[in-house]
C-alpha cells in the first residue's frame, strides 16, 4: 500500500494507492487560507485510524516542487518523519517527472508545464536544451513567455496568455503517478529535498 502526499497543488491531499489504484482520498484542508501544518497530523491520524497505516502503509510518494515554500517544507517534513520512524522507501515527484512522463506524447522543446500552488503562487516550467529544467516564478509582470512553446500541461488553472496557437491539457499529480507507478524510483534515503524556487533559482 502507498500513501501518497501531494503539497504542490493549492489544497494538499492524501492519496492511497494499493494495486495501481487509488481506493481513498481525503483533502487536508477545506480552503487555501487554511494552514496545512495546523492539519496534517489530525488528517493523517483520521487516516490512520480509518485504514490501519501504520500497519499498512510500505512506501512513500511525494510531490517536492515547485510550489509554496510553506506547503513544500511542512509536507518534507512531516513525511520524512514517517520515512525515518517506519523505515519506509519513498520517491519525489518533480515537474521534471511530469516531462519524462509525457516524452513520448509531447516534444520537449515546445512543451510547457504551469503550476498553480498554494499561496496563489505560479510556476512555468520549461526543458531547456533537453537537458535541464528552468523554473520561472510567475510575479506581476515579470514573465516572459517563450515563443517556442506551442503545448501547456497545467494542473489547476489555465496559463492566460492571448496567443491563439497554444494548446492546453489539464493533468494531475495522481493520474501521472498512476499511469506510470512501474517507472518509479524508490529509495532507502531519509532525506527529502523539495524544489524551492527564490529568484528563479533553485535553494537547497
Do not use: W
Amino acid at each position: 500500500m502507498l500513501l501518497f502526499l501531494d503539497v504542490i497543488s493549492p489544497i494538499p491531499e492524501f492519496f492511497i494507492i494499493e494495486e495501481n489504484k487509488v481506493i481513498h482520498q481525503r483533502k487536508i484542508l477545506k480552503n487555501e487560507s487554511q494552514k496545512l501544518s495546523d492539519h496534517i497530523v489530525n488528517c493523517y491520524i483520521g487516516l490512520n485510524k480509518d485504514l490501519n497505516l501504520a500497519k499498512n502503509i510500505d512506501k512513500i510518494i511525494i510531490t517536492v516542487g515547485p510550489g509554496s515554500y510553506t506547503s513544500l517544507r511542512v509536507g518534507a517534513a512531516f513525511m520524512s518523519g514517517l520515512i525515518i520512524s517506519k523505515k519506509l522507501e519513498f520517491c519525489c515527484i518533480t515537474v521534471e517527472d511530469i516531462f519524462n512522463f509525457n516524452s513520448k506524447k509531447y516534444n520537449y522543446q515546445d512543451l510547457g508545464v504551469f503550476i498553480s500552488s498554494g499561496n496563489n503562487q505560479e510556476f512555468m516550467c520549461t526543458m531547456e536544451d533537453g537537458k535541464e529544467i528552468r523554473y520561472i516564478k510567475i510575479e506581476k509582470n515579470n514573465y516572459i513567455f517563450p515563443h517556442r512553446i506551442k503545448k501547456i500541461l497545467y494542473n489547476l488553472n489555465k496559463f492566460k496568455n492571448i496567443s491563439n496557437e497554444l494548446s492546453q491539457y489539464k493533468f494531475t499529480f495522481i493520474d501521472e503517478i498512476i499511469n506510470n507507478i512501474n517507472k518509479l524510483k524508490f529509495v532507502n534515503d531519509t532525506i527529502i529535498k523539495p524544489i524551492y524556487i527564490s529568484n528563479n533559482q533553485i535553494l537547497n
